[in-house]
């Protein structure tokens, strides 16, 4: 009874702090992103004031708010929307991977990290946070421009590139050997293509099993049937985040957006303790050693993605201005990187690995957004007169 009183105060305080730092950074016109992380970092190992006994529940939170966002950013997107993404932007998708992949794995092999490490890091600098994305492009009324097609079929790109990622890097991780590890993304790849070819030719039927005029129905239907293909994608060595995500895929129109409203607030809380629990791992002390390569890092992540926007852009023909506003839009790092960070982490992949990855996101989550706000007007304007 003790324990789960205190068990209670702590979580409680964590959750109630965290309202607090959403509300001073909606005040401030910033992803709270970055206050929730170093919320966990000063509650962790190393802080202010490390938690003791909601560690185990919060590692529990932490795990929902990982599926919980895959699923939403799977409902965002539809399998005839993916497959023709795919196929008209191809291209410009090779291009980010191997622009934004590089910097990450070559970090990784000069500070001597091993090849393991190597691959985790080149995830952690490749994928674009498609919340923080999403919400300023919607911010600062871009969603109507011109190049925010072109910047949405590079965030698919970059999921779908996740979903074969994802089961290799945990291979890798787990130590298996080639023949298992080859085997792992075998199964992963013929898991996701018979779940796109299921919701391309039988969404209808999936929808109709989910849909319900009852709120309280459709929302325990659609958690149910996620949780139960997360698990079982576990299973499969596949990332139960990627089975959430196929999940949302498989389910489209009207039902998409009413089972997204629904998720939306518990999505939002176990992001939130997620992003917690990734700070809780982390020592900050052991931050200020890399910080410097952090910057450097987010530095050369910065041009890398305007370079992908300005790329991706101009292939669809658009201005130099529309070229800008695409590469900014690029530049947050957010919720998969962590994703990635913490199945490293937990591996042990490199002690210094979720310090650098902390860093890196804390600077790029944060300066994405301002970017968008403070540099680009600069930005269009240059592009505007040459």
């Known amino acids: 009874m003790h324990d789960t009183a205190i068990l209670l105060v702590e979580f409680g305080a964590v959750v109630l702090g965290l309202g607090v730092l959403g509300a001073l950074a909606m005040r401030a016109g910033i992803s709270p992103i970055p206050l929730y992380l170093l919320a966990g970092l000063a509650f962790g190992t190393g ?6 006994t909601s560690e185990e529940f919060t590692r529990t939170g932490a795990e929902l708010g990982v599926i919980l966002l895959l699923l939403t950013l799977g409902l965002e997107y539809n399998a005839d929307e993916l497959v023709a993404s795919l196929k008209g932007n191809a291209r410009a998708g090779v291009v980010d991977l191997i622009l934004n992949a590089a910097p990450g794995a070559v970090c990784a092999i000069l500070l001597g990290w091993g090849p393991v490490a190597a691959v985790a890091m080149a995830g952690v600098t490749y994928a674009t946070s498609s919340g923080i994305t999403a919400k300023v492009l919607s911010d600062l009324g871009w969603i109507g421009n011109r190049e925010t097609p072109v910047v949405l079929s590079l965030l698919v790109f970059e999921d779908l590139t ?16 080639l023949l298992g590890g080859a085997v792992s993304v075998a199964v992963a790849l013929a898991t996701v293509t018979v779940v796109l070819l299921i919701a391309l030719r039988y969404g209808r039927f999936i929808e109709a099993f989910v849909a319900s005029p009852n709120n309280e129905v459709l929302l325990l239907k659609v958690l149910g049937l996620t949780l139960l293909v997360a698990g079982l994608a576990q299973k499969l060595q596949v990332s139960a985040a990627v089975g959430a995500f196929l999940v ?23 992001a939130a303790v997620f992003f917690v629990f990734f700070g809780l791992q982390t020592d900050p002390t052991k931050i200020g050693p890399v910080a410097g390569l952090a910057a450097l890092l987010a530095l050369v992540s910065m041009i890398t993605k305007l370079l992908t926007g300005a790329f991706a852009a101009r292939r669809a023909g658009i201005a130099k201005a529309g070229q800008a506003r695409a ?16 199945l ?11 310090p650098m990855a902390a860093a890196y996101v804390l600077i790029l989550a944060a300066f994405g957004p ?9 930005v269009t304007a240059i592009a505007t007169r040459a």
């Open 47 to 52: 802080g202010i004031l490390p938690l003791a």
């Open 162 to 177: 996740m979903a074969l990622y994802l089961p290799l890097l945990t291979a890798m991780l787990a130590g298996l050997s």
């Open 248 to 270: 949302g895929i498989a389910l489209s129109g009207e039902l998409a957006e009413e089972a997204q409203a629904l998720l939306s607030p518990l999505r939002d809380l176990f």
């Open 327 to 342: 590469g900014i839009a690029l530049i947050p790092r957010g919720e998969f990187n962590i994703v990635i960070a913490g």
């Open 344 to 354: 490293a982490v937990a591996a042990g992949a490199h002690p210094d690995l979720g």
């Open 370 to 378: 301002l970017a968008a706000r403070l540099v680009q007007p600069l």
